[in-house]
């Protein structure tokens, strides 16, 4: 005899597998399909740009390309949040995976020469850089950076520079006071700052790069462009006195600045130069963005305090990687990212710099460059280029991070000693010392 | 005598895809991450040639592990206890059959309804030295620095039961590494908030649990209302208190959403956690092995409050 309750649970058992089994094929489809009813063959490019203007920089670029290339449907497969750390996750399941996207977006440098190209996953860009001559159209100092091994492999879309102090003009202006060219001149500026009541250098150090990328730029200051690029090479020695010197000035930087800084964002920290409580901040040229968008216009900016000649920088950039189903729409999409007109397109709207020293004029109607862009493209052309250890253009992301650590907590306890071994550790646990 | 086979092999079918699921996605999953912490896996590019325990070596010379693990101990003796102090007091107050006590009920209980997330921005809302608490009650944010305060107490080394440890050779238990650090009792606070109402509810089931002969037998005897609780609620409370130290426990040792949203690393990580190094060892550093080694630790610290237990509990089924 047959139980037709039995019956009725073997049913329900065998529909609760098929819901399972096609909840499994449906989550494994979307890669494989695409296209969308155009006929066009989707192609995926990997950012982590989701909202401002660089999502719209790269959107006029994307729809671009697909109205001159109807056959390729570029879309930007974007996944949001932690300045790039979540999309970099999925992006290392994906390629670990067996299943790379097109194109992806990331920081030129080690982090890119180190995370993928030492381990082979990525194809290098020579031919497209000799089809296009890239290499008398961005400056040698990128060109060292983007490449590893005789090989270029990404394309730079844009730099920007971390460098760059940033000033209220009005408190400048009411106590007669010009931009410190040197540490021993931003003391007796931040002193005179300080006896007014005014926070002298405002910091936001909740997200730890901020006080790294400020020692960065302190590193550059005390030792010079040749030997801050030596540090990032073991050329230059971690435990000279040129670095106890740096840590010493940066325990000097940050006897002025607010209390709070460990609560504050970068940019929690410019309102304070935006409401005139703070004088100065240290940070990278993405903070002018952040002043249009505040509506603020009493912002004056210079190198930092040490840095006049030297521009650290730092560039999103985009590669191929190996397994990329779509290899020949990517070169394509690169050089139009690597072009003069696309570098024009995207940058006035991301508040950066082109990397070619050929652009900076986008074309009438477009959005053009604001003045500070406009004196970071000159000097952009003069200045000797350094790569920012912070945003991965100076060393791999597990050095970068032993160095933040180190930073983090000199901080705090403002122990020269304990810091500089720290520092010397890590280059040293990186390979690159001995 | 086909029947019950027939059933049986209906049950097997039913939870054969929990089992073949739980199997391959937390114990296969943990089998996975436990021999890749032993591999040299410190590159992006898998490497599974046995690195012995040179990743756990690594990780417990790294000063911001050590850190992590104090901040660990430290939260998790101060969450649970607060919690369970809170917890009681509150489940006793309404345990006085006061009026619109399901009201308050549902007041107290509602925080464990909000994720740890939305309540670690909440709290760090209220927290941050120039705003929330410092502003509404007139503080001053230069001493109020809450969960931006990088003071970790300590005993001191030259005086007291410091010196007391010295002379018996522990004195390395009165140094910072040993110390509670002033900005964890922050998130503490928010995570107090968020779960000691789960704990009164816990404890107000087992209060009703207790028959009123019970304490009526104590005051007939002569017992004080204290005594009452003491010696005669508490003992029969003791397997409450049991579940809800478990609870928190493992809460507490695995907590990662809370202080993510609160306050990622504070000053000179006092408020770091080894979940936060782990993600940022494997998804940022790329060091795998390393990254599975912290995994192991945190696995470990969780069985040991874990297992404990289910021993004890499948002995009390056993028996009962």
Not at chain 1, 284 to 295: C, F, N, R, V
Not at chain 1, 392 to 403: C, H, I, L, R, T
Not at chain 2, 27 to 43: A, E, H, M, Q
Request: proline share 5%; charged share 15%; net charge neutral.
């Amino acid at each position: 005899m047959i139980d037709p309750s039995s019956v009725r649970s073997r049913l329900a058992l065998l529909g609760a597998l098929a819901i399972a089994l096609s909840a499994c094929s449906s989550a494994a489809s979307p890669a494989a399909s695409g296209g969308g009813g155009s006929g066009a063959t989707k192609v995926e490019v990997f950012s982590w740009w989701t909202t401002g203007g660089e999502a719209a920089g790269l959107k006029l670029l994307i729809d671009q390309f697909n109205k001159e290339n109807p056959q390729w449907l570029v879309v930007n497969q974007a996944v949001a949040g932690g300045a790039g750390t979540n999309a970099k996750a999925v992006l290392k399941t994906r390629m670990l995976g067996g299943d790379p996207p097109d194109s992806f977006q990331v920081h030129m440098g080690h982090e890119l020469i180190d995370t993928w190209v030492t381990t082979d996953y990525m194809v290098n860009l020579d031919d497209l850089y000799a089809a296009n001559g890239w290499k008398d159209k961005f400056p040698q100092g990128v060109l060292d950076i983007v490449s590893s091994g005789g090989h270029f492999w990404s394309v730079p879309v844009n730099i920007h520079r971390a460098n760059v102090l940033w000033y209220n003009k009005k408190l400048f202006t009411d106590n007669s006071l010009t931009p410190p060219e040197t540490w021993d001149q931003f003391k007796t500026v931040a002193d005179k700052l300080k006896a007014k009541g005014v926070i002298p250098l405002a910091l936001g150090d909740k997200e730890p790069f901020a006080s790294g990328q400020l020692f960065e730029t302190i590193l550059i200051g005390t030792l010079g462009a040749d030997k801050y690029k030596g540090l990032w090479t073991g050329t230059t020695d971690w435990k000279g006195a040129d670095v106890t010197q740096a840590l010493n000035t940066f325990k000097t930087a940050l006897s002025y600045v607010n209390p709070d800084h460990g609560s504050l964002t970068w940019d929690q920290a410019n309102d304070l130069i935006i409401s005139g409580k703070a004088a100065m901040t240290v940070m990278g040229d993405w903070i002018d963005g952040d002043y249009t968008a505040k509506k603020f216009a009493g912002y004056g900016w210079a190198p930092v305090p040490g840095n006049k000649g030297i521009y650290d920088a730092l560039s999103d950039s985009f590669g191929l990687p190996k397994n990329a189903k779509h290899a020949d729409a990517v070169k394509k999409f690169l050089t139009l990212l690597g072009s003069s007109e696309g570098q024009d397109v995207f940058n006035p709207l991301k508040g950066s710099i082109p990397a070619r020293t050929d652009a900076g004029k986008p074309p009438a109607g477009a959005k053009q460059y604001d003045d500070y862009l406009k004196s970071a493209m000159a000097e952009w052309k003069t200045d000797t280029i350094v790569p920012s250890l912070e945003h991965g253009a100076a060393a791999k992301e597990s050095w970068s991070s032993a160095f933040t650590q180190a930073i983090v907590t000199f901080v705090t306890n403002q122990d020269v000693a304990t810091a500089q071994a720290a520092l010397a550790k890590a280059c040293v646990d990186a390979t690159v010392c001995k | 005598m086909r029947r019950p086979s027939r059933d049986r092999l209906l049950s097997l079918g039913l939870i054969a895809p929990s089992i073949l699921a739980v199997g391959v996605f937390v114990y296969g999953l943990i089998g996975w991450t436990g021999f890749v912490s032993l591999t040299k896996w410190n590159d992006l590019r898998p490497d599974y040639s046995l690195a012995g325990l040179a990743n756990y070596a690594s990780d417990f010379a790294n000063s911001r592990f050590q850190i992590d693990l104090r901040n660990t101990v430290v939260f998790t003796v101060f969450f649970v206890v607060a919690s369970v102090v809170v917890g009681l007091l509150l489940a006793s107050l309404l345990d006085r059959r006061i009026r619109a006590e399901g009201l308050f009920r549902s007041i107290f209980l509602f925080p464990m309804a909000i994720s740890f997330i939305v309540t670690g921005v909440v709290w760090k809302w209220l927290l941050t030295p120039s705003a929330g608490v410092n502003t509404l009650l007139g503080l001053d944010p230069s001493t109020n620095r809450w969960f931006t305060d990088p003071t970790v107490l300590h005993l001191d080394a030259n005086t007291g039961i410091g010196k007391i440890l010295g002379d018996f050779g522990l004195g390395f238990l009165a140094s910072s590494e040993f110390g509670v650090p002033v900005a964890m009792l922050s998130v503490v606070v928010a995570a107090v908030w968020q779960m000691s109402g789960f704990v009164m509810a816990l404890y107000l089931a087992g209060l009703r649990g207790i028959p009123e002969e019970l304490r009526e037998a104590a005051r007939v005897d002569g017992a004080g209302e204290w005594g009452v609780f003491r010696y005669v609620l508490l003992p029969l409370l003791t397997p409450i208190t049991l579940s809800a130290v478990i609870i928190l426990g493992h809460i507490s040792l695995k907590i990662y959403d809370l202080t993510v949203a609160m306050s990622p690393n504070g000053p000179a990580f006092a408020t770091d956690v080894p979940a936060n190094l782990m993600w940022q060892t494997a998804f940022k550093d790329n060091e795998f092995a390393k990254a599975a080694a912290i995994a192991m630790v945190m696995l470990v610290m969780v069985a040991v409050v874990i297992v404990p237990y289910l021993v004890w509990n499948r002995r009390q089924e056993a028996s009962a």
